[in-house]
C-alpha cells in the first residue's frame, strides 16, 4: 500500500487477556519502529527493526511485550497478560534507514483499551 | 526520564499572526531535530527538520530555529490557517541511538 497500514484501529480487552497489533510498512522500508502514546503524554519508544538485524527492544516496558518482524515486511507487536496501564494508542512507523538522518512514516495507530 | 519536553500543552492564536511552538531537551548527544504533525484519528506526519549543524531551517511558512547552547528549539509558522490546528510533536535523535525521543506535544488552534 501506499502507507503504513496498522490493525485494528481499535480493541477493546479484558485484563489479563493477550492482544496482537499488527503493522504493515511502507513497501522497500528496512526501518520499523513501534511507540505507544498514553492519554496527555508523547511518543513513548517500545522497540525498532533494521533489516535482517537483531531489534532493539531497549524501550519494551516489561517481558509482557514482544515483537516480531520478517524480513522488511509485516510487524507484529503482542501483550501478553494485559494491564490497564497498557491502555495507549499504539503507533508504528517505517523510514528507509536510519531515524538519525531521515524521517518517519508513521500509521494511524491501534488504540488499545483494557478494561 | 523526559529527554524532549514541550511545556505548553496547548496554544491558541488568530489567523494571520504567527505560531511560535517551544521544545527543550535535555540530552546533549541529541544532534538532529524534527516536528511532526498529528491530526485526530491520523498518525503524525513529518513537517520539518533540523540538524545540529544548523541553527535555522525554513519551508514556506514553516521556520525551525535551534539554540543548542539553550537546548531549545522553536518552531515558527506564518502566517498561520485554521489549517494548521493539529497536535505538534517535537523529537530529538542521537547519530549513535536508534530511537527518536518525542516531546508530550501543543496543541495548537488557529482561529479564523
Known amino acids: 500500500g501506499a502507507g503504513v497500514s496498522q490493525s485494528p484501529s481499535n480493541k477493546v480487552t479484558e485484563k489479563g487477556k493477550d492482544v496482537e497489533l499488527r503493522c504493515d510498512p511502507i513497501?522497500?522500508?528496512?526501518?520499523l519502529y513501534w511507540y505507544r502514546q498514553r492519554l496527555g503524554q508523547g511518543l513513548e519508544f517500545l522497540i525498532y527493526?533494521?533489516?535482517?538485524?537483531?531489534?532493539?527492544k531497549s524501550g519494551l516496558p516489561s517481558d509482557r511485550f514482544s515483537a516480531e518482524r520478517t524480513g522488511e515486511s509485516v510487524s507484529t507487536l503482542t501483550i501478553q497478560r494485559t494491564q490497564q496501564e497498557d491502555s495507549a494508542v499504539y503507533l508504528c512507523?517505517?523510514?528507509?534507514?536510519?531515524?538519525?538522518?531521515?524521517?518517519?512514516?508513521f500509521g494511524e495507530g491501534s488504540r488499545l483499551t483494557v478494561l | 526520564d523526559q529527554q524532549v519536553k514541550q511545556n505548553s500543552p496547548s496554544l491558541s492564536v488568530q489567523e494571520g499572526r504567527i505560531s511560535i511552538l517551544n521544545c527543550d531537551y535535555t540530552?546533549?548527544?541529541?544532534?538532529?531535530f524534527l516536528w511532526y504533525k498529528k491530526y485526530p484519528a491520523e498518525g503524525p506526519t513529518f513537517l520539518i527538520s533540523?540538524?545540529?549543524?544548523?541553527d535555522k531551517n525554513e519551508d514556506g511558512r514553516f521556520t525551525v530555529f535551534l539554540n543548542k547552547s539553550a537546548k531549545h528549539l522553536s518552531l515558527h509558522i506564518v502566517p498561520s490557517q485554521p489549517g494548521d490546528s493539529a497536535v505538534y510533536f517535537c523529537?530529538?535523535?542521537?547519530?549513535?541511538?536508534?530511537?527518536?525521543?518525542f516531546g508530550a506535544g501543543t496543541r495548537l488552534t488557529v482561529k479564523p
Open positions: 523529537a530529538a535523535s542521537a547519530a549513535n541511538n536508534n530511537d527518536m525521543r
Open positions: 540530552n546533549s548527544m541529541f544532534d538532529y
Open positions: 512507523a517505517s523510514s528507509l534507514g536510519r531515524v538519525d538522518t531521515g524521517e518517519l512514516f
Open positions: 513497501s522497500g522500508h528496512t526501518a
Open positions: 527493526f533494521q533489516g535482517n538485524s537483531a531489534p532493539d
Open positions: 533540523i540538524s545540529s549543524i544548523k
